[in-house]
């Protein structure tokens, strides 16, 4: 069991992760010809649902656990993965940065509630 400031420290940790990810997404965005190829796939996890958005066949973001919040928690619907994936994708259409917020989760109606209880 990690202690509250390990469990921050992590969180952190991802988020720095998540940014340079971004940025590197948007640099190999930038550099692809087309990015109407950009694909959507949805996938079983063991509590949940991920999503995998790619290029070209080459996945550029794995996503198994609802971002923008700081626990680990999985999406509990296929829909609500494949609305945030969706939203990513329009994102990254737009050139803008491939982040969600907590305010657009709510927007999309996405349930943020939906904890593994199992990991608990």
Same mark, same amino acid.
């Given at each position: 069991?990690?202690?509250?400031?390990?469990?921050? #420290?992590? =969180? /952190?940790?991802?988020? /720095?992760?998540?940014?340079?990810?971004?940025?590197?997404?948007? @640099? +190999?965005? +930038?550099?692809?010809?087309?990015?109407?190829?950009?694909?959507?796939?949805?996938?079983?996890?063991?509590?949940?649902?991920?999503?995998?958005?790619?290029? !070209?066949?080459?996945?550029?973001?794995?996503?198994?656990? /609802?971002?923008?919040?700081?626990? =680990?928690?999985?999406? @509990?619907?296929? +829909?609500?993965?494949?609305?945030?994936?969706?939203?990513?994708?329009?994102?990254?259409?737009?050139?803008?940065?491939?982040? /969600? @917020?907590?305010?657009?989760?709510? !927007?999309?109606?996405? !349930? #943020?509630?939906?904890?593994?209880?199992?990991?608990?």
């Amino acid at each position: 069991m990690l202690s509250l400031n390990n469990k921050r #420290i992590v =969180i /952190i940790i991802i988020g /720095i992760v998540m940014l340079i990810v971004g940025f590197n997404l948007l @640099s +190999k965005l +930038k550099e692809e010809s087309r990015i109407n190829d950009l694909t959507i796939n949805i996938y079983d996890i063991d509590y949940g649902f991920g999503y995998n958005i790619s290029v !070209n066949d080459k996945i550029l973001i794995k996503q198994s656990s /609802i971002p923008a919040i700081q626990d =680990i928690r999985y999406f @509990s619907t296929k +829909k609500d993965a494949y609305k945030v994936a969706n939203l990513v994708v329009s994102k990254l259409e737009n050139n803008q940065y491939p982040t /969600i @917020s907590l305010q657009e989760l709510i !927007n999309l109606k996405i !349930n #943020i509630d939906y904890l593994n209880e199992a990991r608990e």
